[in-house]
């Protein structure tokens, strides 16, 4: 079984923002992130333009390796090239809720 480093640090949320992943489910979205070669989704949450937030790997789990910050980041999939009004006020909540910043 493959066990995962977790996370010592939380300082931030970051970011990503990958508008080919709007059509995409969160099981698709993990299938295409095997495919490129990783073990997991990579991302703490996923974003939608609608503000609906899913969860996505564990909190304590690093996100990406190849994703600035990952060791020390909660990492959010946005699925546009821009937040929308409804995403914002999603991340607005979450930020909140984390007691984290949101970084870009």
Same mark, same amino acid.
């Given at each position: 079984m493959i066990e995962f480093l977790n996370r010592e640090n939380t300082e931030v949320i970051r970011l990503h923002f990958d508008e080919t992943a709007?059509?995409?489910s969160k099981e698709q979205?993990?299938?295409r992130a095997k495919r490129d070669g990783k073990f997991n989704l990579g991302f703490h949450y996923i *974003?939608?333009?609608d503000g609906t937030l899913e969860e996505g790997i564990s909190l304590n789990q690093f996100a990406d390796f190849e994703l600035d910050g990952y060791k020390t980041s909660i990492y959010v999939l946005v699925t546009a090239?821009?937040?929308?009004?409804a995403a914002e006020y999603r991340l607005e909540k979450l930020s909140?809720? *984390?007691k984290l910043k949101v970084v870009d």
């Open positions: 709007d059509t995409l979205l993990t299938v *974003l939608r333009k090239d821009r937040l929308t009004d909140k809720k *984390l």
